[in-house]
């Protein structure tokens, strides 16, 4: 199977989330974009259903688009219907998995220890785990963020994570698909704390929620913001193919 080979992870990095999001016609916007990036100069990631990632191996081979699944199983294998290994992603062209997302969090009750699993699950396939965390609405209007992102963090990061195997995804339940997103000073703050509690200053941390083309620039100007994790706008090439360009420019 090709793989697109897992390089250490660059500090600035765009990776686009499909989540359950895309049959085979949506191969031909990975194509466009890596036919637009062919050596991007910053990590550019996407991060398909599982059923797409080897034949988007396929269709990015050879450029610099690297490829990412959105979850995995704790376990190396075994009796676990429907679930996914590490080494599955990483034997169909994945060099980095998605964990503790908010949505499998909140869908499917993950919890940061199971995070934490998985974390490790990922590192023994040699894959980057993209931990992400974020408060909710509720958990900011009571003034609870930072204790709320602490927490995530000290649980879902599992001993060991260094900048080579794990990225930090800050992402804030009320701005995910929602069109807010928060104030400069909010990720700035943020960022900031997630920076002083990470266990390598070098780990790339990434703002997610409701970034496009329209607001990337600003996003990567903020002090502490390496890249973004992306929804909606990385299904479209040419959407997400600005968010990069935004990303060079930083
Ligand atoms: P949107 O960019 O669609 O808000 O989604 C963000 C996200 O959840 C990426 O993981």
Redesign the pocket.
């Known amino acids: 199977m090709p793989t697109n080979p897992a390089a250490s992870p660059p500090r600035k990095l765009a990776a686009g989330?499909w989540k359950m999001n895309g049959l085979s016609a949506q191969l031909a916007e990975a194509r466009a974009l890596a036919d637009a990036f062919p050596a991007p100069g910053v990590g550019v990631l996407l991060c398909p259903p599982a059923t797409l990632l080897a034949t988007m191996a396929q269709a990015t081979a050879g450029s610099a688009i690297g490829l990412g699944g959105q979850d995995c199983h704790e376990a190396e294998k075994g009796a676990h219907t429907g679930d996914i290994s590490a080494a599955m992603l990483a034997d169909a062209g994945a060099s980095h998995v998605?964990l503790g997302?908010s949505?499998r969090r909140a869908d499917h009750g993950e919890t940061s220890e199971q995070v934490a699993a998985k974390l490790r699950a990922a590192w023994g396939a040699e894959l980057v785990g993209i931990v992400?965390l974020g408060e909710t609405a509720e958990e900011r209007a009571a003034g609870r963020t930072l204790g709320v992102v602490g927490a995530q963090l000290a649980g879902s990061l599992a001993e060991g994570a260094t900048a080579a195997n794990t990225v930090i995804?800050y992402?804030p339940v009320w701005?995910?698909?929602?069109g807010q997103t928060p104030t400069a000073e909010q990720i700035a703050e943020v960022h900031g704390f997630l920076r002083a509690q990470s266990p390598d200053p070098a780990i790339s941390l990434l703002y997610?929620?409701?970034?496009n083309p329209g607001n990337a620039a600003a996003i990567f100007a903020i002090p502490g913001v390496d890249g973004a994790?992306?929804?909606?706008?990385s299904l479209k090439a040419v959407d997400f193919g600005a968010i990069v360009t935004a990303l060079q420019t930083a």
Do not use: K, T, W
């Open positions: 989330n998605i997302h949505e992400c995804a992402e701005a995910i698909g929602s997610g929620g409701s970034v994790l992306v929804g909606g706008a």
